[in-house]
Every structure is written in C-alpha cells, then in structure tokens.
C-alpha cells in the first residue's frame, strides 16, 4: 500500500519527519517469589527497541509469540509506562514539559486490540462505546452519538440496526468493525492494530483488511499493524520490523524483507510459512532449540543459542542495527539488520520464497 498521504492540519513537520519516532525503549517485568514475595528476577519483555513510523504509511510487526510485539504496543500506548526509553510524537516528546501530554497523545494515536469481545464493556450498547472517548473530551451527547453513528455505517454497519445492540449481539467480525469505529471516534492520525484479524475467519478477515485500507486513505491514517500472519503483513505493509525476544532484528521495505531476508531468523521464520505447493514443502526444521528463557537471555547476539552461523564474538556483544555490506536500499527506508557476520547476511540474501 502506498504511503503517501494528504496534507493534515495538525502536521507540524512537514510530511519527512515521522509521525512517531522510539528510542531505547525498554520494559522488564519484575518476577517475584520466596516467603517474602521479593522479586528474584526479571523478564526483559522489550529491551532497547528504537524505530520510526512516516506519515502515512504502515509499519509491520512480526516475530513469534513472546517476542514483545504487544507489550511494545502497549508502552507506545502508555497502558504499562516504560523502564526507560523515549517517544516522540510529531516532534514532540511525550509526557515531557517541552513536548505534549499522554492525554493529547492518545487523541492523536489509537488502538485496537485482539479479542473483539473483551475489549467492549458489555453493559455499554455500540453507540455509547463509540461515543465515549469523544464525551470524556468533551463533545457534547448529541454530537458524539451522531457521530457514532456515522462511524458504525463507514465500518459497514448499518448504524439502525446495530447502534442499540450489546457487545454479545454481534460477530467476531462485527465486535472488530465497531472496536475500529471506537478507535477513529477521536479522529486519530495514527492506529495501532494488535493482532486485529487474528481472531477472524479468512472471509471475515479479508472483509476487515479491506475496511482498513478503505479507512487510511478515507481519513488520512498511518497503521502500525501488528501480526503473526506473515501473507497478512506483507499484504498490509510498507516496511516491516521483526522482532525476537525483545529486540529488533531486521526492518527495511516491506520487498526487501520478503524477497532477500539478511537476518537468520527472519529466514527461519519464513520459512516456516505453511505452503501447498509440493514442489516447496519443508523436508528439514527451519529452527532448531528451544527458544531462550527471557529471565536470562543470551549474551550478546539473542539468536545466537539457535543460530547456525554463531562464532564467538555473537555472544560478546549485541549487533547493531546496521545496513548489510551488499544491501540495496529504498529512498528514506534503509534495510537494516542486527547481525555481526556478513557471511550470514551473505547466506540469507536469497529468495524468501526459494
């Protein structure tokens, strides 16, 4: 899908400065135990992720459960605050004196979560879920419930039929239309997708992927979509960043990635892909071992315990997110990767599909 985009009022940078830059973001959960219930360890759920979302585009996340693509999410969301780390909106830090509030900020940037049905009050009707955010700001009732209305007939919900109808009344797909119209109710710039088709059937998840697109270019929106179906995110995105076990490994375009994978395990975790072409059926495990314990993860390199290339200066220090010595590059979107050894990025630079 193509990244550009109109001119907002609100844009303050001009359309080269990203919609939402992170830097160093981090977040390890305390784990508790003993009679004391002190904490004994932690669990590096996000460890030091750095990236940058353009206006107008949509950034992938990808990587195996676990990975810290939620818990990022949530931190950008601030619904968990982050240990350490940065965010900036538009050029403006968040939650800083210098820059805007986390409540001026969730205006602008929304979200919408995997399970349709947990994320609705029951108690509430359509209408009053997706008129509430804009009464809490402020808009008058009767202007927050036309609006509401208007949203639930641009998600493809006929708003006499559905506005007075409990979150139990509906579909999966029908939960996940009216969760996007909650989310645009703020009139947002950018939407972050958590597994939004995960929970869908195919029918019911290419009727939504469609909506989406339908909507960004409707209302101006950047995406940050987050899933594990990889025919879904390549399908969605215009760049992709892949993540393992708390870290980034690999972003570049969304052409890139696909067709020349650098980093061994966005290799692995292609070819995983399940296929029903005989003549491209797995015959060996694309990943051996188990993966590491977050508690205690590898020094250095993370993938080095499961990696075939691994030498000993993987477990000496964490690579860098650098481009690759024979990388090709996209205007404004560099192919970037975190590996030390150029012989592996050599030995991942074929054929995703090969």
Do not use: W
Request: charged residues 25%.
């Amino acid at each position: 899908m193509s990244a550009a985009m109109k001119l907002d009022p609100r844009d303050r940078g001009g359309p080269a400065q990203p919609l939402l830059s992170v830097e160093g973001l981090k977040k390890y959960f305390p784990v508790r135990g003993g009679l004391l219930n002190r904490q004994v360890a932690t669990v590096q759920a996000v460890d030091d992720v750095s990236f940058s979302v353009r206006k107008g585009e949509t950034l992938g996340i990808v990587g195996e459960s676990g990975c810290g693509k939620s818990t990022t999410a949530r931190l950008l969301m601030r619904l968990m605050d982050p240990d350490s780390g940065s965010i900036v909106f538009d050029g403006d830090p968040v939650g800083e004196r210098a820059g805007i509030t986390v409540n001026e900020m969730r205006r602008q940037m929304q979200m919408v979560f995997q399970d349709s049905y947990t994320s609705l009050n029951p108690r509430m009707t359509m209408a009053e879920s997706i008129a509430y955010a804009p009464r809490m700001h402020g808009t008058p009732r009767k202007e927050a419930f036309d609006r509401a209305e208007t949203l639930l007939a641009q998600v493809g919900l006929n708003p006499r039929q559905y506005a007075r109808r409990y979150p139990h009344e509906l579909s999966g797909g029908q939960r996940q239309r009216v969760n996007i119209a909650r989310a645009l109710a703020l009139e947002p710039r950018l939407v972050i997708l958590d597994e939004a088709v995960a929970a869908l059937d195919k029918s019911g998840e290419a009727q939504v992927l469609n909506l989406l697109g339908d909507l960004k270019s409707r209302f101006n929106l950047t995406y940050l979509f987050i899933s594990h179906d990889l025919n879904v995110v390549e399908y969605m995105s215009d760049r992709v960043m892949v993540m393992y076990l708390g870290r980034v490994v690999e972003t570049g375009p969304v052409e890139q990635i696909y067709r020349k994978p650098r980093h061994p395990y966005t290799r692995a975790l292609f070819a995983s892909k399940p296929t029903l072409d005989p003549d491209r059926r797995t015959t060996e495990m694309p990943l051996t071992g188990d993966p590491p314990n977050p508690i205690n993860p590898p020094s250095g390199c993370r993938f080095r315990t499961r990696c075939a290339f691994a030498q000993a200066v993987c477990a000496e220090k964490p690579p860098p997110l650098a481009a690759p010595l024979d990388g090709e590059t996209a205007e404004g979107a560099p192919h970037l990767v975190a590996c030390h050894l150029p012989e592996a990025q050599a030995a991942m630079g074929v054929s995703a599909h090969a």
